[in-house]
């Protein structure tokens, strides 16, 4: 079983950046690949960005050239830099990991894009 913390969300303006982190924990962390998912208030739920145990990156068509997901096997996390932040990206951001062993989510972290 793999327990996941994401941190690193808040406030920023239209412009801005935020990193955003998702420490896992429980399980080998390199058997898993690793995502972040948003949902909005009144929205489906859109994937952000995916990066496999092999490093392999995976972008939504919404974020593709702003976000940049990341990993560091030695620090089991994995990270979102986000860049050049709209007002469309507020949202509640989960961290996703998927292996063999199951389908495990984080309890999600507020991204608000305001000025």
């Known amino acids: 079983q793999v327990q996941l913390v994401e941190s690193g969300g808040g406030l920023v303006q239209p412009g801005g950046s935020l990193r955003l982190s998702c420490a896992a924990s429980?399980?080998?962390?390199?058997?898993?690949?690793m995502g972040w998912h948003r949902q909005a208030p009144g929205k489906q739920h859109e994937l952000v960005a995916i990066?496999?145990?092999?490093?392999?990156?995976v972008y939504g068509n919404s974020v593709k050239g702003r976000f940049t997901i990341s990993r560091d096997n030695y620090k089991n996390t994995v990270y979102l830099q986000m860049n050049s932040l709209k007002s469309e990206d507020t949202a509640v951001y989960y961290c996703?990991?998927?292996?063999?062993?199951?389908?495990?989510w984080g309890q999600g972290t507020q991204v608000t894009v305001s000025s």
């Open positions: 429980g399980s080998s962390f390199t058997d898993y690949d």
């Open positions: 996703n990991a998927v292996g063999a062993a199951g389908n495990y």
């Open positions: 990066i496999t145990s092999g490093g392999t990156t």
